[in-house]
């Protein structure tokens, strides 16, 4: 730099002297000496090299989860995000109005919202300050945006719930910038609770289009929650970083990666070498390995299904519903559990609604087994060598019940062909009027308020073909039709028995939601629902 200073100096006085002709040229600025442009360059060097230990030692202290994925998410976009692994993987992405619990709600992009006493009005009040991952507002024109993006049909978007009461469009009006006034066609009791994990989509994004489908801005995944999108690569992995504007606070993990591993057995390979941070349990054997590994902690919680057996009511061989009864007198509950998961992994069902739903009743009765009287049913109507159809997913669990089954309809002089389906030929066949299968295998969530799921698989709604008496069919219309609790709470208690009585499924289980964290990862068991994980800004790691 001090050579060519000189040189332009020497330049500059030559020039001068051109023009004037008369002022003396100033001697030039000596030659920087070898000596000292080594010393430059050293001192050049080591700046580099302290910089980039510096980066180093931020990215070293940079913390990362890494959760492994079996299946991928095709959009990042929640709206048509309908599965277990799409909601795990959006989760930290966009943030709910609110949750309701058993015994609390809590709130996240909504302050407030408020029912008017006949049902009708819903008006729901926004955080102030909120943003998008891009740093715009989030206001009461993306709430409204969001539910036009629902009211049409053609979009498929996955909160038809709130934006539709029965077939009925919702209406609404903005009160302000923060706060949207939502009027429904007829009264719902449980509509507050779906309107709760109603997320909202940039309006500015999508620059107001409400036609969503096959556009770009699905996958640009601006959204309301701690982490932000940083890099997504279909069927290998998507990461995210923290929004450090979040709302919430800062979150304190730097950056989480949703690792696609579709094998189990890989999954667990990964998390034994240390490539991932998470597993999910599904066996005993499992279990027991990793409660005695101090370096793990596992974590455990009902998982808010039901898993059951589900009779055909379309089928011919059950037009006697006593066969129906000869079904379940044969089965062994408590031996179809362990056969299938072993201990801790799933208790006990004996009811339609999950052990974690709002209107569960534990005091509603468990079918028992009786062999003796299965056999006599079954000789009655001279049923002998009958086999029956079943069709099941390739879910581990409901796999491996079958099997028990299997062996114990045997023992009654009951024949059992078990049709292993993949999830989109499975889910085809379950919810149509088919007469060439007679069971199923199935799981549904059944947590939050009855109406918003469980209704459905019996009502129509969902499936076609579990029997459903008119005495259960009028329970279901009473249940949603008032919106007082303790009216409602009986309504389900009388309907759970029902169910029970009419034999419309077994519920076999109730699984819990079992997974394994390194010890390092703190918070993981702070707020127990699933899927996982409903606030990442609880996370931590302590290492």
Not at 59 to 87: D, H, K, Y
Not at 370 to 397: S, Y
Request: proline share 4%.
């Amino acid at each position: 730099m001090k050579l060519k200073n000189a040189l332009l100096g020497m330049f500059t006085a030559a020039a001068l002297l051109a023009v004037s002709g008369c002022q003396k040229a100033e001697a030039p600025a000596p030659a920087q000496t070898e000596a000292e442009t080594a010393k430059e360059t050293e001192a050049v060097k080591a700046e580099a090299e302290t910089a980039a230990a510096k980066a180093a030692d931020k990215e070293q202290e940079e913390t990362t989860l890494t959760i492994p994925m079996s299946s991928c998410v095709t959009t990042l976009n929640r709206q048509f995000e309908i599965t277990e692994a799409g909601w795990i993987m959006m989760g930290p992405i966009y943030d709910e109005l609110f949750y309701m619990d058993v015994d609390e709600t809590r709130y996240y992009l909504a302050e407030s919202y408020e029912v008017s006493e006949d049902g009708l009005n819903v008006t729901v009040k926004l955080k102030d300050g909120l943003t998008w991952h891009d740093g715009q507002p989030i206001t009461a024109d993306d709430f409204i945006f969001t539910l036009e993006c629902n009211l049409d049909t053609n979009n498929g978007a996955g909160f038809a719930n709130v934006a539709f009461v029965n077939d009925q469009p919702v209406s609404y009006e903005k009160v302000d910038d923060l706060t949207v006034k939502l009027t429904l066609p007829q009264a719902s009791a449980s509509y507050a609770e779906a309107l709760g994990h109603f997320t909202l989509m940039p309006k500015h994004v999508f620059n107001g289009d409400t036609h969503i489908v096959g556009a770009e801005e699905n996958l640009k995944g601006i959204g309301s929650g701690p982490y932000k999108v940083a890099e997504f690569r279909q069927d290998e992995y998507l990461k995210l970083d923290k929004y450090e504007n979040y709302y919430g606070g800062e979150p304190s993990i730097d950056h989480v990666i949703f690792k696609i591993v579709p094998d189990e057995n890989a999954q667990e390979v990964a998390f034994v070498n240390g490539e991932v941070d998470f597993l999910e349990i599904s066996t005993y054997d499992a279990l027991q390995k990793y409660e005695a590994d101090d370096t793990v902690t596992v974590i455990k919680y009902p998982e808010g299904r039901v898993n059951n057996l589900a009779i055909n009511a379309f089928s011919p061989k059950f037009e006697d519903r006593r066969l129906v009864e000869a079904v379940f007198l044969a089965m062994d509950q408590k031996a179809i559990i362990e056969g299938a998961y072993g201990k801790g992994i799933a208790e006990p069902g004996n009811s339609p609604l999950s052990n974690v739903n709002l209107f569960y009743n534990a005091g509603n009765p468990y079918y028992e087994q009786d062999v003796e009287k299965a056999k006599e049913i079954v000789k009655e109507l001279q049923a002998e060598g009958t086999t029956l159809t079943l069709v099941t997913n390739t879910n581990e669990g409901l796999k491996n019940m079958a099997l028990v089954i299997q062996q114990q309809l045997k023992e009654v002089g009951l024949n059992m062909e078990i049709t292993p389906l993949e999830s989109s030929g499975y889910m085809e066949k379950i919810f149509s009027d088919d007469t060439d299968f007679d069971m199923y295998m199935m799981g549904y969530a059944a947590a939050g308020d009855p109406d918003n799921v469980v209704a459905g698989m019996f009502d129509g709604t969902w499936t076609q073909n579990l029997y459903s008496s008119e005495r259960a069919a009028q329970l279901w219309k009473d249940g949603r039709g008032t919106s007082n609790m303790e009216e409602r709470a009986e309504i389900y208690k009388e309907l759970q028995k029902q169910v029970y009585e009419d034999r419309s499924i077994y519920p076999l289980a109730f699984p819990n939601y079992v997974f394994a964290v390194r010890s390092y990862v703190k918070g993981a068991d702070t707020i127990r629902t699933a899927p996982i994980f409903e606030d990442f800004s609880k996370l931590s790691i302590e290492k």
